[in-house]
């Protein structure tokens, strides 16, 4: 079956702290990997976005990582701020003609003051 | 330009009531998704769209949801004789085409199911 996992479900840090946040999948065979960002009852905002060739993304703080033979991608936030709180959501296309994300449960970042 | 966009943002109702909730994607972008998000959880995908087609729809539950696409642009997601069950947030998603691309999602519409 193929599963996303993200562990933990949860980490609270004070402001300033270099984050990283763990995605595992079950199949090396994936066509992409999202990283995602959901405020308390919004909807999901696209961060990253990581082809099945490349090795990581980078926007301004945050940096993903892929290693497709461990399956296994990292979200590194640096420098948190408050600002960051929500949850991160990981979404793997797995390749095989399924056009489907799978996304893991998330995790709920809280960056205290 | 608007992103995606879904109405209504949150729907009461009661067991066993019709409902219908409506998906505008991003204008051009052809390729339409409708996932489910349960409280605690990750989204889980029900449909996908190439067009006016449902080209997956493996993630649909029963046959109580159904979808349409009809012009190929805005998305309607129905739901029949709705049980408690079926409270979540759904999410519609839209990208410029099937393949690689980035999906941007709507803000989801809240169903409760009393």
């Known amino acids: 079956k193929q599963e996303v996992t993200q562990i933990p479900a949860a980490l609270s840090v004070p402001e300033g702290e270099n984050l990283v946040l763990n995605c595992s999948f079950t199949?090396?065979?994936?066509?992409?990997l999202q990283w995602f960002r959901q405020d308390p009852g919004k909807g999901l905002t696209s961060l990253l976005l990581i082809q099945s060739s490349q090795r990581e993304q980078t926007s301004g703080r945050l940096n993903a990582s892929l290693d497709k033979s461990s399956g296994r991608s990292t979200l590194y936030i640096a420098a948190s701020q408050p600002g960051d709180s929500a949850t991160y959501l990981c979404a793997v296309k797995y390749q095989g003609g399924s056009e489907k994300l799978v996304f893991g449960k998330g995790m709920k970042l809280t960056v205290n003051p | 330009g608007a992103g995606v966009s879904q109405t209504p943002s949150n729907k009461v109702t009661e067991k066993g009531k019709y409902v219908e909730l409506r998906c505008d994607p991003i204008?051009?972008?052809?390729?339409l998704y409708w996932y489910r998000q349960s409280l605690g959880q990750g989204p889980e995908f029900l449909i996908y769209?190439?067009?006016?087609?449902?080209?997956?729809d493996s993630g649909l539950p029963n046959d109580r949801f159904f979808a349409v696409r009809p012009e190929g642009s805005v998305s309607t997601l129905k739901i029949q004789r709705t049980e408690r069950g079926d409270s979540a947030v759904y999410l519609c998603?839209?990208?410029?085409?099937?393949?690689?691309?980035?999906?941007?999602f709507g803000p989801g519409t809240r169903l409760l199911v009393l």
């Open positions: 204008s051009g972008h052809t390729a």
């Open positions: 769209f190439q067009g006016t087609g449902a080209a997956d």
């Open positions: 998603a839209s990208s410029l085409t099937r393949g690689s691309g980035t999906q941007y």
């Open positions: 199949d090396s065979a994936i066509y992409n």
